[in-house]
């Protein structure tokens, strides 16, 4: 039971560390570009 119960949190749980992932680094990216074009 708690076997399976970790399989089913864990595949969503994968979805949304990623998308978080990918969006923290998307951010960071432009926060570094708009740093950068500011600083010229």
């Not at 990918?22 to 708009?34: D, S, V």
């Amino acid at each position: 039971m708690l076997r399976g119960l970790a399989g089913a949190i864990t595949l969503p749980m994968v979805g949304v560390t990623s998308l978080a992932v990918a969006t923290g680094a998307l951010a960071y990216a432009w926060y570094q570009g708009e740093f950068h074009a500011f600083s010229v």
